[in-house]
């Protein structure tokens, strides 16, 4: 292996799906838009980059000084920095593939002082692309110009691994909340046994 790609909700942070568990909730509480099925719909065009995360605030009926509070709900999965730590000292090269609001992941990986740890981000606010459309499997391949069979990608997501698995990247889900049981892929619940699964 010479590069590992971890997915950011759900692996690097603790919510899985940050839209329900942290997003929609917040808007409420703040007096905002309170209809799921629009809010995801604001937040993927954000997230594709189609607009800045102010518009998004403002779509959703709350002054776009609520970001900062809204960041502050998100917290790093346990164990993260000792494992970034230790691919470091093993010399691996760790880089970063999510589906997130280009802003957003900028603020937050610098928040929690992650951002040293990887070579680079491929954000879909900075690209255009989400997951699961190969495009952005394909985009990263390009960018760390080697072969599929190079890279290890862990996702919380199983139908983000199904395209890079077919592809010939080594797949691995991170399922530290036992939701996802599936005997598809090599499982880790933790960044221990993580590091125990990379090759």
């Known amino acids: 292996m010479k590069y590992l790609v971890l997915d950011a909700m759900g692996v690097l942070y603790t919510a899985h799906d940050d839209v329900a568990e942290l997003l929609h909730p917040f808007i409420v509480d703040k007096g905002g838009l309170n209809d799921l099925n629009r809010i995801i719909n604001f937040y993927i065009e954000t997230s594709l980059g189609k607009m800045a995360s102010a518009e998004f605030w403002k779509m959703v ?54 951002e040293g ?11 255009g692309l989400r997951k699961p459309n190969p495009a952005i499997y394909e985009l ?8 599929p069979g190079d890279i290890t990608f862990v996702d919380d997501n199983v139908k983000n691994l199904d395209f890079p ?25 933790n960044f221990k046994e993580l590091a125990g699964l990379i090759k």
């Open 61 to 114: 009926g709350l002054d776009p000084t609520v970001e900062d509070e809204y960041l502050s709900r998100h917290a790093i999965t346990g164990g993260l920095i000792e494992f970034l730590e230790s691919m470091r000292l093993l010399g691996v090269k760790v880089w970063c593939l999510s589906n997130d609001v280009s802003e957003w992941s900028c603020r937050l990986r610098r928040k929690f002082g992650i």
């Open 117 to 127: 740890y990887f070579q680079g981000f491929i954000i879909s606010g900075d690209v």
């Open 140 to 147: 990263l391949v390009e960018r760390l110009k080697c072969g």
């Open 165 to 189: 698995a077919r592809s010939g990247i080594y797949t691995v889900l991170f399922n530290s909340t036992g939701r996802n049981i599936t005997g598809k892929y090599k499982t880790a619940c």
